[in-house]
């Protein structure tokens, strides 16, 4: 059971170029997620999903996209990189059977980014 | 504001030094709090929920408990395979709140 694929693990962009992050899972959850991790701070979520066809912005998704087409797919898109977006990217998912935070998370591995 | 703050920012053990980590919270309607092991390169990896204050999680060397305010991460015995960050997340109602981690060091 691969739980939570993410790829590439590492990438530099130039300024103002583009990249799609890519996340799939094959636990079949509802529930994605896109989170930043920077030195000394927690976890912020960017995006998530609470299935197919919906999105929905978390803390900090200026600067983002993401589509979910699938239940197992969830890609975020950098569109205009800027310096600000270096960071380590994690995809997580989980399965909620309500509306509310009672479910832990299964992450990826995360996606190293830096911007220059 | 629902919040999280975990403490120390760093600690550094020997092997078989018993110690605690802390993590405070603040949040409205709590629906669970969450444990994570992050080793470097990687995701955090699941450890414990709990529930309701009074509730304790074992597994191995680690042991989670819960009051209203905060909850303990004890670790008995450590061993170098233990050192990693460890994370503390609040479920409440409408949001997942993320600690900014505690880095264990476990010496041999």
């Known amino acids: 059971n691969a739980g939570v694929t993410q790829t590439p693990k590492f990438r530099i962009l130039k300024i103002g170029q583009s990249m799609t992050l890519q996340c799939t899972q094959d636990?079949?959850?509802?529930?994605m997620y896109w989170y930043r991790q920077d030195p000394g701070m927690g976890l912020k979520l960017i995006y998530y999903?609470?299935?197919?066809?919906?999105?929905d912005k978390g803390e900090v998704p200026n600067g983002y996209n993401v589509s979910r087409s699938t239940t197992e797919d969830f890609p975020l898109r950098l569109e205009l990189a800027a310096p600000s977006q270096t960071s380590v990217y994690f995809c997580?998912?989980?399965?909620?059977?309500?509306?509310?935070?009672?479910?832990?998370?299964?992450f990826g591995n995360g996606t190293r980014l830096t911007v220059t | 504001e629902d919040q999280v703050t975990q403490s120390p920012e760093a600690l550094r053990l020997q092997e078989g030094e018993s110690s605690s980590l802390n993590c405070s919270y603040t949040?409205?309607?709590?629906?669970?709090l969450f444990w994570y092991r992050q080793d470097p390169g990687k995701g955090p990896e699941f450890l414990f929920t709990?529930?309701?204050a009074g509730e304790e999680k074992e597994k191995e060397r680690l042991k989670a408990t819960l009051t209203k305010k905060e909850s303990f991460l004890h670790i008995t015995a450590p061993k170098p395979e233990d050192s990693a960050t460890y994370l503390c997340?609040?479920?409440?109602?409408?949001?997942?709140?993320f600690g900014q981690g505690t880095r264990l060091t476990i010496n041999p």
């Open positions: 997580a998912s989980s399965y909620q059977g309500q509306r509310s935070y009672n479910s832990p998370l299964h």
């Open positions: 636990m079949n959850h509802n529930y």
């Open positions: 999903s609470v299935g197919a066809g919906i999105t």
């Open positions: 949040v409205s309607g709590l629906r669970g």
């Open positions: 709990l529930y309701s």
């Open positions: 997340a609040v479920g409440g109602a409408q949001k997942l709140v």
